[in-house]
């Protein structure tokens, strides 16, 4: 433990590794095995049996995967990290890992696209419903709420409008029914937003964004904040003998380990029995972009600012949010959440609706028309007939799509040369 706590900057470098005893090699090496040998064969049935904790098989954990988990759980202020196939892998397995066949989910309804499908058509299949609420409207969680639930679900910045979650608003209800609250931090990296210290008990985030921040490769990553108490019966996976790992109940037989039962849960049954591993290599890349993400998240959020003041003057466009742009609904709350910056995404609305938003779309320079947030360069998309075109035009309309709607993902590039396409584009239409 170093003599006093480390800024998130330095942990970003070094939270989680030791150096590797045997190379002393300064980077986190990729360990490429499936298997890890036990010294003899008492020291396998201790791994077997939870006794003693170290590797045993790679779908379970890799060393390289985690330095990653501890390293965003420490940015996080978390008590544990799992990293995950993707981000998707992420969402699933963290609901999965609490409720099953007839528990319910209170969710905000302003998802990311694949979650709302997730959430809106898959649970459902496995006897899992979920209810659809407002963003910040509590009056409406509360109303939501049941004896069936087990869990609310938000995201800390809103898709497709950018609202920002009122976080402690959803803590101090999930607390008052003793419900876990998820939080999908992917549009606020633990540089800007650490969902823990406003009462979130579990924060997930798709590695694939700007964690990682290249668009390079797909993963996702929980952090499990350790105050949860899952002894509660209406928990049956927590309080029931498992079946899986001897009649063990999660949520007492883990001795030191009890803080962390959901994310010890998470990888003896997520990982284990379902596998949704994410590779070494994966997580080596991931670390890659930990080690800079709080120099690349206040140049994303600097030029996201920019481009935002930029649209709001311009005269063919109707309207902008952007939760840091002074008069946006959701600037009280960035205020309050997001003071180092409200992130790297800027909607807008362009004057002629969506034929000239699908023109600006089809004819802007620089920025990258495709399906993806976060990576280094600019990108766009116009979500109404892409990300989102699965949901019902009363879903869109509930979740505020508007079809004239233009979503950027702002990149690092010079920000005349960002404005200057943007410009240009405006000319065209
Ligand atoms: C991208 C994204 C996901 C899904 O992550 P993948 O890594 O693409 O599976 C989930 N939530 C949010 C908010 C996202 O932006």
């Given amino acids: 433990m170093p003599k006093?706590?480390?800024h998130l900057e330095t942990l970003a470098l070094h939270a989680g590794q030791e150096a590797d005893p045997t190379t002393q090699a300064r980077a986190v090496p990729v360990y490429r095995t499936t298997a890890y040998k036990f010294r003899n064969s008492k020291h396998g049935a201790d791994l077997f049996a939870l006794r003693e904790l170290g590797n045993i098989y790679a779908r379970l954990m890799n060393p390289t995967n985690d330095v990653l988990e501890n390293r965003v759980a420490a940015l996080d202020g978390g008590a544990a990290g799992l990293s995950l196939a993707s981000g998707t892998s992420a969402v699933y397995f963290s609901i999965t890992n609490i409720l099953r066949a007839g528990d319910e989910l209170v969710s905000a309804v302003n998802l990311y696209g694949g979650t709302y499908t997730m959430f809106d058509a898959i649970l459902p299949q496995q006897n899992i419903s979920v209810r659809f609420t407002p963003i910040n409207d509590f009056a409406a969680v509360e109303k939501a709420v049941n004896d069936k639930t087990r869990a609310i679900f938000i995201e800390s910045i809103g898709n497709p409008l950018l609202d920002v979650a009122d976080?402690?608003?959803?803590?101090?209800?999930?607390?008052?029914?003793?419900?876990?609250?998820?939080?999908?931090s992917t549009?606020?990296?633990?540089?800007?937003?650490?969902?823990i210290e406003y009462g979130a008990d579990i924060v997930i985030h798709s590695l694939s964004k700007w964690i990682g921040g290249h668009g390079v490769g797909i993963g996702g990553i929980v952090v499990d904040a350790g105050k949860f108490d899952w002894k509660n019966p209406k928990f049956a996976l927590y309080n029931e003998p498992d079946r899986g790992y001897h009649g063990l109940r999660f949520a007492h037989d883990l001795g030191d380990l009890n803080?962390?039962?959901f994310a010890l849960r998470l990888r003896t049954v997520g990982l284990r029995?379902?596998?949704?591993?994410?590779a070494p290599d994966a997580a080596w890349q991931f670390l890659q972009g930990v080690e800079t993400l709080p120099l690349r998240m206040a140049k994303h959020c600097e030029n996201?600012?920019?481009v935002a003041e930029y649209l709001q003057k311009h005269s063919k466009v109707a309207w902008v949010r952007y939760p840091g742009l002074p008069g946006d609904p959701s600037q009280a709350l960035a205020q309050k959440y997001l003071p180092d910056g409200a992130g790297?995404?800027?909607?807008f609305g362009v004057k002629g609706?969506?034929?000239?938003?699908i023109k600006l779309v089809d004819n802007i320079e620089l920025f990258s028309l495709l399906a993806n947030v976060g990576d280094a360069k600019s990108l766009i998309i116009h979500p109404a007939d892409t990300t989102h075109s699965q949901l019902s035009g009363d879903a869109q309309a509930a979740g505020g799509l508007h079809a004239d709607l233009i979503r950027l993902s702002i990149g690092l590039e010079h920000i005349d040369d960002i404005l200057g396409a943007l410009s240009d584009a405006l000319d065209i239409i």
């Avoid at 803590?171 to 008052?176: D, G, H, N, P």
């Avoid at 790297?344 to 909607?347: P, Y």
Wanted: net charge positive; hydrophobic share 45%; glycine share 8%.
């Fill in 273 to 278: 029995n379902q596998g949704p591993t994410l």
């Fill in 4 to 6: 006093r706590p480390y």
């Fill in 259 to 261: 803080p962390v039962a």
């Fill in 187 to 195: 549009f606020t990296p633990p540089t800007l937003l650490r969902p």
């Fill in 353 to 357: 609706g969506e034929s000239a938003a």
């Fill in 344 to 347: 790297g995404m800027v909607v």
């Fill in 304 to 306: 996201a600012l920019k």
């Fill in 167 to 184: 976080i402690a608003g959803y803590a101090a209800i999930a607390k008052k029914y003793q419900l876990p609250l998820i939080v999908d």
